[in-house]
């Protein structure tokens, strides 16, 4: 029991009773019986880490919540295959102008007071 406890020590200033449910900050904390069932339920969609991290941090609370799903999610099967897996194309060099203002590159800018592109 006190084992248990022991991993709550810190994030005790988080900590908050409220009607008989034990809070973190805003977030239920999860018994580790359940942690496994939470997990399931946040990946239910394949959101992905940060989705997912993202709803868990506003909803449940375990110590090691964070490693959970990312584990979880390096070990998806579905995800791993549907996850992009074509790299981004390499930088390509600026052309170089061979006499000045040759090539002339703005995307947005103001002169004298108007905005254009
Ligand atoms: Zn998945």
């Known amino acids: 029991m006190f084992t248990e406890v022991r991993h709550f020590h810190q994030y005790r200033d988080g900590l908050v009773g409220f009607d008989g449910v034990v809070l973190y900050k805003d977030s239920i904390i999860i018994s580790p019986s359940l942690c496994e069932y939470a997990l399931q339920l946040l990946y239910a969609a394949h959101q992905g880490v940060s989705q997912m991290c993202s709803r868990a941090e ?14 979880l999610r390096t070990r998806c099967s579905p ?23 040759q090539c002339i590159c ?9 905005n254009d592109l």
């Open 58 to 71: 506003s909803s449940v609370f375990w110590p090691g919540k964070t490693s959970a799903i990312i584990n």
């Open 79 to 101: 995800c791993n295959r549907m996850a992009p897996s074509q790299p981004s194309a390499p930088p390509t060099p600026p052309i170089q102008p061979t006499y000045p203002s």
């Open 106 to 114: 703005a995307d947005f800018f103001t002169y004298a007071g108007h």
